[in-house]
């Protein structure tokens, strides 16, 4: 199945119903919708000249256009590479070429991106919505939808997963049915009166977990501002009701301080689904306090979208259970369309209270990564997903995460790979070795901390250069929150640098 299937279903049972929002004004109704993808798939396929199975990039802030381009790039039976708005360019760059995307579309501020063409062999356009392409694509004429095979790639998420540079998780037309459905049965029943608000960035959790709600008809509201902001979550909860949305912990422990969400009626918020990241018990009681039990926990990764085990909202209401405090501080119980096992590093299953990675298998897992064989079969060993994470299960079937095995630093629930932050110091010709690890944090999460061994001690690069250096290769939200200059740094025989004593000297020193 297809899952533009949504769009053209909604069209038909609720035509005049609003199906994006942003803010308070509707941008358009199902009818409209289902027209305009249509024509925008008629419009890819036919003046661009795609083919089915070509990869389309979406690199996009949030806006009504995404859901567009998302739902037309299906119905014309492509693949959706949605990119992170915010990285740079280069890494832009890298993921296009990896994906051998044919196509991006973007928003003004990435009209810049259409140059990378002239670098990029398979890039052939670049579309800027709403701009004239983006309007004479959307006025070609609508095509029917192409069919689509359950294991046809739907979505390449890019992801750092255990390893360096970003790997592209292919996600099926079924691996994302699979998700929606386990929505239903895990988080919440959704109806045609519901909303889901589009705070988080579209290209990662928010995006995904859109799909539940289109499948059932309920308006998608993307904020005016198109980002998480107190005053205008509680504006869209004074108009409407049944209203959910994701978010990373650090943004729902934000927004549960806030003076706008404080003296809001909250009373059209169905749910808030966070996850993405660990949120301490002191921040989840607090979120509790005020958003009520209209909170549940999400624990995924981009590899098993958005499912590998759940905390629903009944679990954060039964406060009076006497383990409430330990599974707050866990990501709670398997997700109905997964089995889940703590394996040994030889892959047998440990008993229960003991600790090791947590593999995965079930329909919602990726069929594996884009083009990569080696990571694939790393990934996926006799067909359970190994996540990288390190966790135990405790008798009820509640799973507590201990540790990543991967050195992913996740700040405000965004994913920081840090040997993309060392490359970018490591080009200081002062800099003789740097090592980045994560300090937790309790605004972000964790923090980006890099430990920088100078080639002369006397005379250290300055903390503007190193900052300089990391802007002109990667993303600003990656770039160091703090440098610590030291002579050398720990490593074991095999001269491989010891990111756990780096973290242990940041614990000791905080
Ligand atoms: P991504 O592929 O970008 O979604 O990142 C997935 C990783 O985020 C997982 O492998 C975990 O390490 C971490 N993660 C996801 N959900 C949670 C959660 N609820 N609590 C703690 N860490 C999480």
Known sequence: MNLAVWVERNAQRWPGRPAIAVGH???ADWATVATRVAGLAGGLRHRLGLQPGDRVAIV??????????????????LVAVPINARLHRDEVAYVLEQSAASAVVVDEDHHDLDTLADDIDTLGTCIVA?????????GASGIAITDR?????????????????????????????????????DIDSITADD?????APISHGAGLYALPHVARGAVSVIPPSGGVDGTEIADVLRRRSGVSFFAAPTMVKRLASDPAILDADLSGLKTIVYGGAPMYLADLTGALEVFGPRLAQIYGQGET?????????????????PRWAERMQSVGAVRTDVEVRVVDENGVALPTGETGEIVVRGDVVMSGYW?????????????????????????????????RSKDLIISGGMNIYPREVEEALLRHDDVAAVSVVGRSDPEWGEAVVAFVVAIDAERPPTIDQLDQLCLERIARYKRPKEYRFVESLPTNNYGKVLKRELREQLDHNA
């Open 130 to 138: 709403t701009g004239r392409r983006w309007a004479e694509l959307a």
């Open 25 to 27: 004004e509707v941008h």
């Open 149 to 185: 095979r359950p294991a046809d790639a739907a979505w390449l998420f890019f992801t750092s997963g255990t390893t360096g540079r970003p790997k592209g998780a292919t996600l099926t037309h079924r691996n994302l049915l699979v998700m929606s459905l386990s929505y239903f049965a």
């Open 305 to 321: 979208p958005m499912t590998i085990t759940a905390l629903s909202k009944a679990d954060h209401a039964d406060r009076d259970h």
């Open 60 to 77: 996009m802030r949030n806006r009504p256009e995404y859901l567009e381009a998302l739902f037309a790039i299906w119905h014309a039976g």
């Open 195 to 199: 909303a889901v608000l589009l705070a």
């Open 371 to 403: 083009e990569q064989p080696d990571a694939t079969s790393d990934a996926i060993r006799d067909g359970w997903l190994h996540t990288g994470d390190v966790g135990s299960f405790d008798a009820d079937g509640f799973l507590t995460l201990r540790d």
